[in-house]
């Protein structure tokens, strides 16, 4: 093999290596999962199906064309052609077999708006459609961004313990060497020991959320979960400086942008336009129409000749359709109406408690990152006292079983300071893999 083919095959075989070393972010986790889940696929197919329907609500404004033809076999002798006058002489022509073809043409010139109305809400559920894919977009990546979250939490959460379990394994070695040098009862012994097995148990547990949190990952992404499980996933770095909007400013907001609430209004002006198809019912309708026949009979004579018409129709008594309907039309403008209603308190709730959350979470990770670094410290003071002697073991144990749950619950709490933020976004509408790019991957 020359020098070029070597080098191809060498980077050929390391080129899933080199793929897998990619660390995944949470923007791309968060698109892969917008991209990929189900949802998004039968929110693409109504979008189709919405404008489809404005294809073919506005297909009823032009006219018709049609072809028609037959062949009609008759017992005994028929008349075959159009009879236009009766002289001495001009007799019409009878056969057995009739064949007719028909060119005909017709158009509604009036039809009380009802096409009108129906094109105005074929649009308008084709742009409730388009929202709806909106909304199930910001939402699989709000999902995302959760589920990588999980994964990082669960990892910081293990390996806290994993350093939990170093350390009492260490004190549990110290404890043994104390307890073989008559120097210390087995009380010591077994207190160490009975710390470090807990430390472990839980440890376990922390192992199998990493593994869950991992295959979530993966079914949402559509990953391995070979290469989640391998990958580190890369760091998060959020937008410290974000300011949050005021409850009335995120209101307003959200009443612009929040897809959700774009699909209702969007569904109320559908139910609008629906009662307008209701009264188009009780106007006349004007159609015009013409068609070129032409007869042949079986022993192979044929005629041909125009129509054209003019039609005015007025229906005088339907049984109540027409009322029924404009009862209808109206029952869906209001079950709309509240709808969106409903959803505006929805959003409502949705902002309260995202800031709410938001703001608890910041504080509580303040208040955390010092109590880490106290915990730490006083870790650090009791084990250099239990090491040399002035020290209680208990007291040590204590110490490095707060720092364990001191860092938990920091690692959770910063977490969930960014879901609340995403979830904040989501319902402002702004959510979007640029906005995860900028505030959580490269804020400052």
Excluded at 105 to 126: E, K, P
Excluded at 177 to 188: C, E, H, I, K, Q
Excluded at 335 to 349: C, M, P, S, T, Y
């Amino acid at each position: 093999m020359n020098m070029k083919g070597f080098a191809a095959a060498l980077l050929l075989a390391g080129l899933p290596s080199l793929l897998s070393a990619q660390s995944l972010s949470v923007g791309r986790a968060a698109q892969l999962v917008a991209e990929r889940h189900p949802t998004v696929a039968a929110a693409r197919a109504s979008v189709a199906r919405a404008r489809a329907g404005v294809h073919e609500a506005e297909a009823a404004r032009l006219p018709t064309v049609g072809i028609d033809a037959s062949l009609t076999q008759f017992q005994k002798p028929m008349v075959v052609a159009p009879i236009h006058s009766l002289r001495p002489g001009n007799l019409p022509e009878f056969d057995n077999t009739l064949i007719q073809g028909i060119l005909g043409a017709g158009y509604t010139v009036y039809d009380g708006g009802l096409r009108g109305a129906r094109i105005d809400r074929a649009q308008a559920l084709a742009g409730a459609a388009q929202a709806g894919e909106a909304g199930a977009r910001v939402n699989l990546l709000a999902e995302g961004v959760r589920a990588y979250l999980r994964v990082r939490t669960a990892r910081e959460v293990l390996a806290a313990q994993e350093r939990r379990v170093q350390a009492l394994t260490s004190e549990r070695d110290r404890a043994t060497r104390v307890f073989d040098a008559g120097r210390a009862p087995r009380l010591v012994l077994m207190r160490a020991e009975a710390a470090l097995s807990s430390a472990q148990a839980e440890a376990t547990g922390s192992r199998l959320e990493v593994q869950l949190a991992e295959r979530e990952l993966a079914r949402l992404t559509g990953l391995e979960v070979e290469g989640i499980h391998a990958d580190s996933l890369r760091g998060l770095h959020p937008n410290l400086a974000l300011k949050l909007p005021t409850q009335d400013a995120a209101l307003a907001q959200a009443r612009e942008n929040n897809p959700e609430l774009l699909r209702l209004r969007r569904q109320v002006a559908a139910a609008e336009q629906g009662r307008g198809e209701a009264r188009s019912l009780w106007r006349p309708r004007l159609n015009m129409g013409g068609r070129f026949v032409e007869y042949a009979a079986g022993s192979g004579s044929n005629q041909g000749e125009w129509q054209g018409s003019v039609q005015v129709t007025y229906p005088i008594f339907t049984g109540g359709t027409r009322s029924a309907a404009l009862e209808r039309a109206n029952a869906e403008i209001a079950a709309a109406q509240a709808d969106l209603a409903a959803g505006e308190l929805r959003v409502a709730d949705a902002i309260d408690r995202a800031l709410s959350a938001f703001e608890a979470a910041r504080a509580r990770t303040q208040a955390l990152r010092d109590a880490v670094t106290q915990a730490t410290e006083v870790t650090r003071i009791e084990r250099l006292a239990l090491d040399a002697g002035s020290g209680v073991q208990t007291d040590y144990i204590i110490a490095e079983a707060d720092l364990f749950r001191v860092r938990a619950a920091l690692t959770e709490a910063s977490y969930t300071e960014v879901l609340a933020r995403v979830e904040l976004a989501r319902v402002l509408g702004e959510l979007s893999p640029e906005w995860i790019q900028q505030n959580l991957e490269s804020g400052s």
